[in-house]
């Protein structure tokens, strides 16, 4: 509990203090902020900058989620009827993406679409279509697609291994019932299947809400460090109100409103878990 109480209540009872005062330079230089009141929020909620950008953050995560969940839990049902050798391999596989570091990862997508060198744009080329020195990111929908796919691609051994590990705990006597009175593979994994795993579902889907949510890494190494505004996600407009600008309070504001949001946004997920424990 003391360990808790420093790592994770002491910062966040700080970060509130802040979020209700003026600190930039002239504060940290005078070592005390002015108290402004829920000020730094009212600029925050009236700036129409930044509903675009927590309307871009929430369809960003969405895409995220829905693309991990919809794939990690196609392979983990593939898994399921894989051969034992080719299981092992593949288990293997998705271990070693989960043990390469973030950095590593991130740099090895960015150099596959890299201006220069990019490796898909060779591939392109050898179909017959001329795309030498294109630019992904120079349209967001494509620049937020490979930047979605290097998240989607680093959570999908989690999801996998996790969403198996459940599957292999669904009774056989449940599902061989199923088979002999008829059922298809759709109405075994709707009637039987799912309703099993919803709470692991449920889990991975709040999980991964929490985590893409506030992807930061991957846009900050993708874009030089240096994003356009039309890349900005609520971490990354949280950082730059802080520390590009030096408004501190108003980058402790931010971030409170993104802890809240999140909260919102898995609670009912959370309560609903703890309904189904409960039953």
């Given at each position: ?32 902020g ?48 894989m ?12 271990i ?32 017959g ?28 051994p ?6 198996y ?7 056989r006597?449940l599902?061989?019932?199923a ?20 709470p ?28 356009p ?51």
């Open positions: 509990m003391l360990a808790l109480g420093i790592i994770l209540c002491f910062p966040i009872y700080k970060l509130i203090q802040l979020s209700f005062e003026k600190y930039g330079l002239a504060e940290i230089i005078a070592g005390k002015t108290f402004v009141g829920v000020q730094n929020f009212a600029n925050t909620f009236s700036d129409p900058e930044f509903w675009k950008i927590l309307q871009r953050t929430v369809f960003f995560t969405a895409g995220m989620v829905a693309v991990s969940v919809i794939v990690g839990a196609w392979i983990a049902h593939l898994m399921v009827k051969n034992p050798i080719i299981r092992n391999v593949l288990n293997g596989v998705l070693l993406v989960w043990a390469m570091p973030q950095l590593v990862s991130i740099s090895v997508w960015r150099w596959m679409f890299s201006f220069n060198f990019s490796i898909v744009t060779a591939v392109i080329n050898s179909l279509f001329e795309m030498n020195n294109h630019n992904y990111f120079v349209n967001t929908f494509s620049g937020f697609m490979i930047i979605g796919g290097c998240v989607a691609w680093g959570a999908l989690f999801i996998s291994i996790s969403i590990a459940a599957l292999t705990q669904v009774p006597e599902l061989e019932a088979e002999i009175d008829g059922a298809n593979s759709r109405q075994v994994f709707r009637t039987i299947i799912f309703p099993i795993l919803l692991v579902y449920i889990i991975i889907i709040s999980l991964s809400v929490i985590w893409d949510f506030q992807v930061f890494s991957h846009i900050w190494i993708f874009l030089d460090s240096r994003p505004a039309e890349y900005y996600t609520i971490a990354i407009y949280a950082f730059q109100k802080s520390f590009g600008l030096s408004e501190y309070g108003m980058g402790a504001a931010i971030s409170l409103i993104m802890i809240l949001t999140l909260i919102s946004i898995t609670g009912y997920y959370l309560r609903q878990m703890m309904k189904m424990g409960n039953e």
